[in-house]
C-alpha cells in the first residue's frame, strides 16, 4: 500500500517536472535564452523581457528546482516489507 503511494507521488510529481519543463522551453524559446543564462544575468540585462515575463520564469525555475528536490527525496525512501 506505502509502495503504490510512494510510486503514484512520483509520478504525480514526474508529470509536474515535464509540464514545468515545457513551459520553461516557451520562455526559453521565446527569448532566445537558455533558462541558467537568464538566471545568471537576470532580467535587468535582458531589455525586450517584461517584468510578469520575468517573475514567471523565475517562478518555474524555482518550481522545477524544488520539484526535482522532492523527487530526490522520495526516491531515497526504502520501505521494509
Known amino acids: 500500500m506505502v509502495v503504490v503511494a510512494l510510486e503514484a507521488e512520483k509520478n504525480e510529481i514526474l508529470t509536474a517536472i515535464i509540464i514545468t519543463r515545457q513551459k ?3 520562455f526559453e524559446k521565446k527569448f532566445n535564452l537558455s533558462t541558467t543564462d ?3 544575468r537576470g532580467d535587468q540585462e535582458i531589455p525586450q523581457i517584461s517584468e ?10 524555482e ?3 524544488r520539484l526535482q528536490e522532492k523527487l530526490s527525496r522520495l526516491q531515497e525512501i526504502q520501505v521494509c516489507t
Not at 52 to 61: K, L, N, Q, V
Open 24 to 26: 520553461l522551453s516557451i
Open 38 to 40: 537568464f538566471v545568471k
Open 52 to 61: 510578469m515575463d520575468a517573475i514567471e520564469w523565475s517562478g518555474e525555475h
Open 63 to 65: 518550481t522545477l528546482k
